[in-house]
């Protein structure tokens, strides 16, 4: 892979990949949430100045919760993911939450996540209006424990 630039991105240029790669059956002009808006942080990670993959910061509680992590598919499985979630930690400096999608719980593991809590629950995305996707919640250790 060529170097892989990992930068702040405005909110709406989430919206293409979330909508390709996430949710695909919510219309792309649906993929705006309310967490977008300031003071949530979106990262995006270019490869030759191509967007290839997305993720949203949102500051909750004290914490940081990761959303809306999307790498376009051809680009999956080549480090990409990765390399933002490091980025992501590295922005956060604080303890980092997020709902994995079941499927995605051993790449978190692999990179230092634990389940936090034993239920399973669904989130249909934006609107509710996609199809029924199953989560964990997952967290790191926070950089001073
Ligand atoms: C999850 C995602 C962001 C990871 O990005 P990526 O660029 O493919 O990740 P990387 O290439 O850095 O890492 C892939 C690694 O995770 C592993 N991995 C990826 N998906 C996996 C899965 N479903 N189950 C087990 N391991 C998996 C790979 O084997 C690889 O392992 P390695 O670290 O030993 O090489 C990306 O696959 C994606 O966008 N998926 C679809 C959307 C999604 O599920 N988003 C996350 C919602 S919680």
Same mark, same amino acid.
């Not at 191509?50 to 993720?55: K, T």
């Not at 996707?133 to 250790?141: D, W």
């Given at each position: &892979?060529? *170097? #892989?630039?990992?930068?702040?991105? +405005? ?18 002009? /649906?993929?705006?949430?309310? !967490?977008? /808006? ?9 490869? @030759? ?5 997305? #993720?949203?910061?949102? *500051? ?8 809306? !992590? ?10 990409? %993911?990765?390399? &933002?979630?490091?980025? /992501?930690? /590295? ?7 997020? @709902? ?11 990179? %230092? ?5 034993? =239920? ?6 934006? %609107?509710? *209006?996609?199809?029924?996707? =199953?989560?964990?919640? &997952?967290?790191?250790?926070? +950089? @001073?424990?």
């Amino acid at each position: &892979m060529d *170097a #892989l630039a990992i930068r702040p991105i +405005p909110p709406e240029a989430t919206h293409a990949l979330r909508h390709r790669v996430l949710w695909p059956s919510v219309p792309l002009d /649906a993929q705006g949430q309310a !967490f977008d /808006a300031p003071p949530s942080v979106h990262l995006g990670a270019f490869a @030759d100045d191509i967007l290839v993959g997305v #993720l949203t910061l949102v *500051a909750v509680e004290g914490k940081v919760q990761l959303r809306k !992590f999307a790498v376009a598919p051809e680009w999956q499985g080549y480090g990409v %993911g990765g390399a &933002m979630l490091d980025a /992501a930690i /590295a922005y956060s400096q604080k303890q980092v939450v997020l @709902d994995a999608r079941r499927e995605q719980v051993r790449f978190y593991q692999k990179r %230092g996540f634990t389940v936090l809590s034993p =239920e399973v629950f669904v989130k249909r995305g934006p %609107g509710d *209006a996609g199809p029924p996707v =199953e989560y964990v919640r &997952m967290g790191n250790t926070t +950089p @001073d424990a």
